[in-house]
């Protein structure tokens, strides 16, 4: 069974940085892709940051040029670097694991707080 285990949220202030970290357990194989997500309150859950099936990045318009997303698979981690933060950022972020295959697992997510 597949865990992820998100951590690295908290509070900030507009414009400082944050690195989500998310470890991976139970993985099998290697068709699949990994990515971050968040949710606001009132709002629905939306796309931050993916690898792509061809080993590529995909980012939400609102990340891209702040946000970067990376690996170690040695470790079974992804983070997501976040820089120069906004209030509009606050959200709970959740690590994202799709099977090629289709079967699709969640964190438990980790709360960004950004403000003043």
């Known amino acids: 069974q597949v865990q992820l285990v998100e951590s690295g949220g908290g509070l900030v202030q507009p414009g400082e940085s944050l690195r989500l970290s998310c470890a991976s357990f139970?993985?099998?194989?290697?068709?699949?892709?990994m990515g971050w997500y968040r949710q606001a309150p009132g709002k629905q859950r939306e796309l931050v940051a993916t690898?792509?099936?061809?080993?590529?990045?995909n980012y939400a318009d609102s990340a891209k040029g702040r946000f970067t997303i990376s690996r170690d698979n040695a470790k079974n981690m992804v983070y997501l670097q976040m820089n120069s933060l906004r209030t509009e950022d606050a959200a709970v972020y959740y690590c994202?694991?799709?099977?090629?295959?289709?079967?699709?697992?969640w964190g438990k997510g980790t709360l960004v707080t950004v403000s003043s």
């Open positions: 994202n694991l799709v099977y090629f295959v289709g079967k699709v697992y």
């Open positions: 139970g993985i099998l194989g290697s068709g699949y892709v």
């Open positions: 690898f792509t099936r061809g080993g590529g990045t």
